[in-house]
């Protein structure tokens, strides 16, 4: 029988993080809950978790900060649970690093397809691919390097998993709903103009020269081509 999935809930709101914690633990979920966000980031440092749930509007360190300051030592699936429903809020998010995004007020069902989707994406991430390689383009994905022509990239983490997608799936056109589903984990309709502008930012990062890699297969979604 497997060890319960460990869950890092970082909510400071009682009733909120009460209701989610009776829920997970009811699935079997392993939850440690802490309420603010300077707590969080020590629990996240220093014990092992599967996922982190973790409010935006945090005392001491908002969410989007601890998301930011975890990507520096750690690529842990990250939910981000928040009451404001700004797309400009969720492109923040997501540019901090964070797997997925919940608006509250939500449905425990939702939120568990969730944790479901980010432990899925990150096991067959890590368990099958090791190394991926287009054209003068190579992607370790243990060290979580991109190099062009033995040049590391920087990247965001969202730029990274959004450009490992797209390699896996090379010469094979990608609509912007299965990227969003993919990359992002969301299993309901929102703005699909997130994978036009996360695109944007990956093509300008690549060289003058490798930036049609990325073709756009216009009313469909993208494809790289070998």
Not at 156 to 172: A, M, P, S
Not at 194 to 214: F, G, M, Q, T
Request: charged share 30%; aromatic share 6%; net charge negative.
């Amino acid at each position: 029988m497997r060890t319960p999935y460990r869950v890092l809930l970082v909510e400071d709101e009682k009733n909120i993080a009460r209701f989610i914690e009776l829920e997970l633990r009811h699935e079997d979920f392993d939850v440690v809950h802490h309420i603010s966000g300077r707590e969080g980031l020590k629990a996240a440092k220093n014990q092992n978790f599967d996922v982190v749930l973790l409010d935006v509007m945090l005392p001491e360190l908002n969410g989007i900060e601890v998301c930011r300051r975890i990507r520096l030592f750690s690529q842990l699936p990250i939910i981000l649970i928040t009451a404001r429903d700004a797309i400009v809020d969720r492109v923040a998010g997501l540019d901090a690093g964070a797997d997925d995004y919940i608006v509250k007020p939500f449905a425990i069902e939702e939120l568990l397809a969730r944790i479901r989707s980010v432990l899925r994406r990150t096991n067959r991430l890590n368990d099958v691919i090791t190394r991926l390689e287009f054209k003068d383009i190579t992607i370790d994905t243990d060290a979580h390097l991109v190099e062009i022509n033995n040049k590391a990239l920087e990247l965001t983490k969202t730029e990274y998993d959004l450009l490992v997608f797209l390699i896996q799936h090379k010469n094979h056109v990608v609509t912007r709903n299965l990227i969003l589903e993919s990359v992002w984990g969301y299993l309901v309709d929102i703005e699909t103009n997130v994978v036009d502008v996360y695109i944007r930012h990956l093509r300008s990062k690549l060289p003058r020269e490798s930036a049609n890699y990325i073709e756009t297969v216009r009313g469909v979604g993208y494809v790289m081509r070998q």
